[in-house]
C-alpha cells in the first residue's frame, strides 16, 4: 500500500516542526530551516535533477527568492509549482549546509591526526619537482 509511507513521512515532517518548536521556542528560525529539515528527517526527496534545475533557474530569475530572503510560510502560496520549488530549495540548502558541515569535520580530523599538513608539504613537494622539470624543458 501506497499510502502508508506517504503517511509516515508526513508525521515525520510534521514531527520535526514540533520538535524545532519545543527545542528552541524563543528562536525565530527561517523557514527554510524549518522545511529542509522537516523534509530530511521524514526522508523525503523532493525533486528529480530536472526538479533541482527548474528550481536553480526559478531562484535565478526570481520566481522564488533564496533561502535568506523566505519569510512566510509556504502553505499559504496559491501556486502549486511554486511552493513545491520552495520546498526544494530548503531541502538543498539544509543538505548543502550538512555537506558543508561534513567536510569541515573531516578537514578537522585531518588536522587533528596531523595528516593535513602530511598531505600539504607532498602536495608542495609535488608543484616544486614540477617547477624544477619545467624549467629545465
Not at 506517504?6 to 521556542?25: D, G, I, M, T
Not at 528550481?55 to 527568492?65: D, R
Not at 502553505?75 to 540548502?93: K, W
Request: hydrophobic content about 40%; some cysteine.
Amino acid at each position: 500500500n501506497q499510502l502508508r509511507p506517504r503517511c509516515l513521512r508526513a508525521v515525520f515532517h510534521e514531527y520535526a516542526h514540533a520538535l524545532l518548536h519545543n527545542k528552541a521556542p524563543s528562536v525565530p528560525l527561517p523557514i527554510w530551516f524549518h522545511e529542509g529539515l522537516a523534509q530530511l528527517v521524514a526522508g523525503e526527496d523532493p525533486g528529480s535533477p530536472r526538479s533541482y534545475g527548474q528550481m536553480v533557474n526559478a531562484v535565478l530569475s526570481g520566481l522564488i527568492p533564496p533561502p535568506s530572503e523566505m519569510s512566510a510560510g509556504f502553505s499559504s502560496v496559491a501556486d502549486a509549482n511554486t511552493a513545491r520549488m520552495l520546498y526544494l530549495a530548503s531541502y538543498s540548502f539544509i543538505s548543502h549546509l550538512i555537506e558543508l558541515r561534513d567536510r569541515i569535520l573531516h578537514a578537522l580530523g585531518m588536522v587533528g591526526r596531523g595528516r593535513l599538513r602530511d598531505r600539504r608539504n607532498s602536495l608542495l613537494r609535488m608543484r616544486r619537482e614540477r617547477q624544477c622539470c619545467d624549467a629545465s624543458n
